[in-house]
Protein backbone atom coordinates (compact mmCIF):
# COMPACT_ATOMS: atom_id res chain seq x y z
CA UNK A 1 0.00 0.00 0.00
CA UNK A 2 1.02 3.72 -1.05
CA UNK A 3 2.42 5.74 2.03
CA UNK A 4 -0.77 8.31 2.48
CA UNK A 5 0.82 11.43 1.43
CA UNK A 6 1.74 9.74 -1.91
CA UNK A 7 -1.84 8.99 -2.21
CA UNK A 8 -2.86 12.13 -1.38
CA UNK A 9 -1.10 13.90 -3.56
CA UNK A 10 -2.41 10.83 -6.36
CA UNK A 11 -5.79 11.98 -5.38
CA UNK A 12 -5.37 15.99 -5.65
CA UNK A 13 -3.59 15.44 -8.84
CA UNK A 14 -6.62 13.24 -10.24
CA UNK A 15 -9.40 15.66 -8.39
CA UNK A 16 -7.33 18.76 -10.76
CA UNK A 17 -7.83 16.52 -14.06
CA UNK A 18 -11.25 15.69 -13.22
CA UNK A 19 -12.55 19.31 -12.74
CA UNK A 20 -10.20 20.19 -15.92
CA UNK A 21 -12.55 17.79 -17.54
CA UNK A 22 -15.99 17.35 -15.91
CA UNK A 23 -18.51 20.43 -15.12
CA UNK A 24 -19.40 18.89 -11.65
CA UNK A 25 -16.32 17.76 -9.42
CA UNK A 26 -16.79 14.39 -7.32
CA UNK A 27 -14.59 13.96 -4.37
CA UNK A 28 -11.28 11.57 -5.01
CA UNK A 29 -10.76 9.68 -1.67
CA UNK A 30 -6.95 8.87 -0.28
CA UNK A 31 -8.27 5.36 0.10
CA UNK A 32 -9.02 3.16 -3.23
CA UNK A 33 -10.86 0.43 -3.98
CA UNK A 34 -7.32 -1.83 -4.48
CA UNK A 35 -6.54 -1.56 -1.09
CA UNK A 36 -9.22 -4.03 -0.19
CA UNK A 37 -8.01 -6.62 1.62
CA UNK A 38 -9.32 -10.24 2.49
CA UNK A 39 -8.79 -12.41 5.84
CA UNK A 40 -7.83 -15.90 6.36
CA UNK A 41 -8.81 -16.37 2.06
CA UNK A 42 -12.59 -15.72 3.14
CA UNK A 43 -14.08 -13.30 0.70
CA UNK A 44 -16.69 -12.88 3.03
CA UNK A 45 -14.17 -11.23 5.52
CA UNK A 46 -12.89 -8.15 3.14
CA UNK A 47 -11.36 -4.67 5.05
CA UNK A 48 -9.39 -1.90 4.50
CA UNK A 49 -6.67 -0.62 6.90
CA UNK A 50 -5.32 3.10 6.10
CA UNK A 51 -1.88 3.47 7.62
CA UNK A 52 -0.12 6.15 8.85
CA UNK A 53 2.49 8.32 6.92
CA UNK A 54 5.07 7.59 9.93
CA UNK A 55 3.62 3.89 11.88
CA UNK A 56 6.46 4.47 14.86
CA UNK A 57 4.82 7.40 15.91
CA UNK A 58 1.34 6.20 15.51
CA UNK A 59 -1.54 7.23 18.07
CA UNK A 60 -3.20 3.66 18.44
CA UNK A 61 -5.66 1.65 15.96
CA UNK A 62 -9.62 2.32 15.32
CA UNK A 63 -11.47 -0.47 14.51
CA UNK A 64 -14.42 1.79 12.37
CA UNK A 65 -17.96 -0.20 12.07
CA UNK A 66 -20.06 1.30 9.10
CA UNK A 67 -23.77 1.25 9.87
CA UNK A 68 -26.88 -0.86 8.31
CA UNK A 69 -25.81 -1.75 4.27
CA UNK A 70 -23.38 0.90 4.52
CA UNK A 71 -19.52 0.41 3.33
CA UNK A 72 -16.06 -0.11 4.51
CA UNK A 73 -14.88 2.39 2.02
CA UNK A 74 -17.02 5.11 2.95
CA UNK A 75 -16.47 4.95 6.68
CA UNK A 76 -12.51 5.06 6.21
CA UNK A 77 -13.06 7.93 3.59
CA UNK A 78 -15.07 9.81 6.20
CA UNK A 79 -12.71 9.38 9.29
CA UNK A 80 -9.18 9.89 7.48
CA UNK A 81 -10.17 12.81 6.48
CA UNK A 82 -10.65 14.49 9.88
CA UNK A 83 -8.06 16.13 11.37
CA UNK A 84 -5.30 14.01 13.59
CA UNK A 85 -7.01 10.71 12.36
CA UNK A 86 -3.84 10.62 10.08
CA UNK A 87 -1.81 9.42 13.20
CA UNK A 88 -3.95 6.57 13.58
CA UNK A 89 -4.28 3.13 11.86
CA UNK A 90 -7.75 3.25 10.98
CA UNK A 91 -9.15 -0.22 9.78
CA UNK A 92 -12.46 -0.69 8.15
CA UNK A 93 -14.04 -4.29 7.65
CA UNK A 94 -16.93 -4.94 5.36
CA UNK A 95 -19.67 -6.77 7.05
CA UNK A 96 -20.37 -10.16 5.93
CA UNK A 97 -23.70 -9.78 3.46
CA UNK A 98 -26.83 -11.14 5.25
CA UNK A 99 -30.38 -12.77 3.84
CA UNK A 100 -33.20 -10.78 4.82
CA UNK A 101 -35.45 -9.35 2.31
CA UNK A 102 -32.29 -8.90 0.19
CA UNK A 103 -28.85 -9.50 0.58
CA UNK A 104 -27.91 -6.53 2.99
CA UNK A 105 -24.44 -6.04 4.69
CA UNK A 106 -24.86 -5.55 8.13
CA UNK A 107 -23.26 -6.17 11.35
CA UNK A 108 -25.16 -9.03 14.22
CA UNK A 109 -23.76 -9.30 17.86
CA UNK A 110 -22.98 -13.00 18.37
CA UNK A 111 -22.29 -13.67 14.34
CA UNK A 112 -19.40 -11.75 13.37
CA UNK A 113 -17.49 -11.70 16.61
CA UNK A 114 -15.18 -14.11 15.05
CA UNK A 115 -14.34 -12.02 11.61
CA UNK A 116 -13.78 -8.73 14.06
CA UNK A 117 -11.68 -10.46 16.75
CA UNK A 118 -9.73 -12.14 14.34
CA UNK A 119 -8.94 -9.14 12.02
CA UNK A 120 -8.47 -7.05 15.33
CA UNK A 121 -5.56 -9.98 16.57
CA UNK A 122 -3.93 -9.76 13.52
CA UNK A 123 -3.76 -6.03 13.08
CA UNK A 124 -2.52 -5.94 16.66
CA UNK A 125 0.20 -8.53 16.03
CA UNK A 126 1.31 -7.23 12.90
CA UNK A 127 1.72 -3.50 14.27
CA UNK A 128 2.82 -4.35 17.52
CA UNK A 129 -0.07 -2.23 19.10
CA UNK A 130 -0.80 -2.11 22.66
CA UNK A 131 -4.54 -3.50 23.78
CA UNK A 132 -4.48 0.05 25.50
CA UNK A 133 -4.25 1.79 22.47
CA UNK A 134 -7.15 -0.06 20.63
CA UNK A 135 -10.58 1.74 20.16
CA UNK A 136 -13.99 0.97 18.18
CA UNK A 137 -15.91 3.54 16.79
CA UNK A 138 -19.35 2.85 14.63
CA UNK A 139 -22.17 4.76 12.82
CA UNK A 140 -26.12 3.39 13.03
CA UNK A 141 -26.20 0.08 13.49
CA UNK A 142 -22.48 -0.05 13.39
CA UNK A 143 -22.57 1.92 16.71
CA UNK A 144 -24.65 -0.28 18.16
CA UNK A 145 -22.54 -3.17 17.16
CA UNK A 146 -18.95 -0.95 18.30
CA UNK A 147 -20.90 -1.24 21.93
CA UNK A 148 -21.80 -5.08 22.14
CA UNK A 149 -17.46 -5.13 21.01
CA UNK A 150 -16.47 -2.47 23.82
CA UNK A 151 -18.58 -3.94 26.39
CA UNK A 152 -17.86 -7.51 25.52
CA UNK A 153 -14.71 -7.56 25.01
CA UNK A 154 -13.19 -5.03 27.42
CA UNK A 155 -9.65 -7.03 27.06
CA UNK A 156 -9.07 -5.90 23.44
CA UNK A 157 -10.77 -2.46 23.29
CA UNK A 158 -10.18 0.15 25.04
CA UNK A 159 -12.32 3.58 24.21
CA UNK A 160 -15.51 2.88 22.24
CA UNK A 161 -16.99 5.56 20.26
CA UNK A 162 -20.81 5.38 19.16
CA UNK A 163 -22.20 8.08 16.99
CA UNK A 164 -26.36 7.69 16.64
CA UNK A 165 -26.71 3.88 17.79
CA UNK A 166 -29.01 1.60 16.27
CA UNK A 167 -31.22 -0.87 17.78
CA UNK A 168 -29.72 -2.33 20.82
CA UNK A 169 -27.25 -5.24 20.46
CA UNK A 170 -26.08 -4.43 24.10
CA UNK A 171 -28.81 -6.35 26.21
CA UNK A 172 -28.14 -6.03 29.84
CA UNK A 173 -25.27 -4.05 31.11
CA UNK A 174 -24.16 -5.51 34.45
CA UNK A 175 -20.34 -5.33 34.49
CA UNK A 176 -18.09 -2.55 32.24
CA UNK A 177 -15.34 -1.21 32.07
CA UNK A 178 -13.28 0.94 29.80
CA UNK A 179 -14.38 4.28 28.20
CA UNK A 180 -17.06 5.45 25.89
CA UNK A 181 -18.44 8.35 24.23
CA UNK A 182 -22.04 8.61 22.66
CA UNK A 183 -22.82 11.04 19.70
CA UNK A 184 -26.33 11.91 19.56
CA UNK A 185 -28.40 13.76 16.94
CA UNK A 186 -31.05 16.57 18.63
CA UNK A 187 -33.40 15.31 15.98
CA UNK A 188 -32.65 11.88 15.96
CA UNK A 189 -35.55 10.06 16.51
CA UNK A 190 -33.58 6.36 17.42
CA UNK A 191 -31.16 8.24 19.60
CA UNK A 192 -31.60 11.63 20.66
CA UNK A 193 -30.60 13.44 23.88
CA UNK A 194 -32.58 11.58 26.61
CA UNK A 195 -31.45 8.03 24.86
CA UNK A 196 -27.41 9.09 25.28
CA UNK A 197 -27.49 10.39 28.56
CA UNK A 198 -29.85 6.93 29.83
CA UNK A 199 -27.45 4.78 28.01
CA UNK A 200 -24.26 6.85 29.28
CA UNK A 201 -25.66 6.40 33.18
CA UNK A 202 -26.27 3.03 32.63
CA UNK A 203 -22.34 2.36 31.30
CA UNK A 204 -21.24 4.65 33.99
CA UNK A 205 -23.17 2.78 36.14
CA UNK A 206 -21.97 -0.39 35.60
CA UNK A 207 -18.43 0.43 36.27
CA UNK A 208 -17.19 1.96 32.88
CA UNK A 209 -16.70 5.89 31.98
CA UNK A 210 -19.15 7.47 29.72
CA UNK A 211 -19.59 10.83 28.16
CA UNK A 212 -22.43 11.96 25.76
CA UNK A 213 -22.75 14.56 23.17
CA UNK A 214 -25.45 16.15 21.57
CA UNK A 215 -25.44 17.69 18.05
CA UNK A 216 -28.46 20.58 17.67
CA UNK A 217 -30.77 20.27 14.77
CA UNK A 218 -28.90 17.29 13.53
CA UNK A 219 -31.01 14.45 12.27
CA UNK A 220 -29.54 10.73 11.75
CA UNK A 221 -28.42 10.72 8.39
CA UNK A 222 -26.54 14.60 9.29
CA UNK A 223 -24.37 12.74 11.90
CA UNK A 224 -22.83 10.72 9.49
CA UNK A 225 -20.74 13.83 8.17
CA UNK A 226 -20.90 15.30 11.84
CA UNK A 227 -18.48 12.79 13.43
CA UNK A 228 -15.40 15.39 14.48
CA UNK A 229 -16.81 15.30 18.30
CA UNK A 230 -15.72 11.70 18.20
CA UNK A 231 -12.44 11.68 16.24
CA UNK A 232 -11.88 14.93 18.83
CA UNK A 233 -12.67 12.60 21.51
CA UNK A 234 -9.97 9.94 20.66
CA UNK A 235 -7.21 12.40 20.28
CA UNK A 236 -7.92 13.71 23.76
CA UNK A 237 -8.58 10.11 25.07
CA UNK A 238 -5.15 8.40 23.94
CA UNK A 239 -2.93 10.03 26.46
CA UNK A 240 -5.59 9.60 29.07
CA UNK A 241 -5.32 5.85 28.42
CA UNK A 242 -1.57 5.76 28.46
CA UNK A 243 -1.46 7.63 32.04
CA UNK A 244 -4.14 4.70 33.46
CA UNK A 245 -1.66 2.15 32.05
CA UNK A 246 1.15 3.46 33.53
CA UNK A 247 -1.13 4.15 36.59
CA UNK A 248 -2.06 0.36 37.01
CA UNK A 249 1.85 -0.68 36.48
CA UNK A 250 2.97 1.69 38.89
CA UNK A 251 0.94 0.31 41.15
CA UNK A 252 1.31 -3.52 40.61
CA UNK A 253 4.64 -3.09 40.83
CA UNK A 254 5.00 -0.97 44.01
CA UNK A 255 6.08 -2.74 47.85
CA UNK A 256 2.97 -3.95 49.71
CA UNK A 257 1.87 -1.02 52.36
CA UNK A 258 3.33 -2.23 55.42
CA UNK A 259 0.47 -1.93 58.27
Known amino acids: ?51 PDNEKKARGLILLLHGYSGDAL ?30 VSTWR ?33 GASMALYMGLTFPDRISATVAVGAGRNQVGEIENASGRYFLLAGGLDRGFNEDKAKRLAEHITGAGAFAEYHVLPGVDHAGLYNQMQPATDWFLEMMPKLDKTERELRERMLAPPASE
Open 1 to 51: MLPRTVRRLIAVLALVVTAAGCSSMVPDPTIDVSDWQILDGNKDWRYILAV
Open 74 to 103: AIAREWESMPGMDEFYLLAPQAPRKIISEP
Open 109 to 141: AGTDDEFLLKLLDKVVQEKSIRSIRVGVAGYSS
